[in-house]
């Protein structure tokens, strides 16, 4: 069985920074494709940012500058780094990797930041 799983949320002032960490584990071979979304309430699950195989990255306009994705040494691991948070990055934060040579999708259960302006 293979699980992702986000840390690293909490509360922060606006301008605050957090580094959220996506962790797989389990019967795992090889991780593709990562990203992180996330969802505001009353918003539909917006992408953020994702890291693919050769280690490009892609943002959203919206975090570009600010946030930073990137795999980590341990294995298997991803980070996005947020600076100059703002209020309108509150929301739920969600990994999901691409696992094993068929791309299984695994979404993790999510991560809570908020920012207070």
């Known amino acids: 069985q293979v699980q992702v799983v986000e840390s690293g949320g909490g509360l922060v002032q606006a301008g605050g920074s957090l580094r959220l960490s996506c962790v797989a584990s389990?019967?795992?071979?090889?991780?593709?494709?990562v990203a992180w979304h996330r969802q505001a309430p009353g918003k539909q699950r917006e992408l953020v940012a994702s890291?693919?195989?050769?280690?490009?990255?892609n943002y959203a306009e919206s975090v570009k500058g600010r946030f930073t994705i990137s795999r980590g040494n341990a294995k298997y691991t991803v980070y996005l780094q947020m600076n100059t948070l703002k209020s309108e990055d509150t929301a739920i934060y969600f990994c999901?990797?691409?696992?094993?040579?068929?791309?299984?999708?695994?979404w993790g259960r999510g991560t809570q930041v908020t920012v207070s302006s």
């Open positions: 389990g019967s795992i071979f090889s991780v593709h494709t």
């Open positions: 999901v990797a691409e696992i094993n040579a068929a791309r299984l999708r695994i």
């Open positions: 890291i693919f195989t050769n280690d490009t990255t």
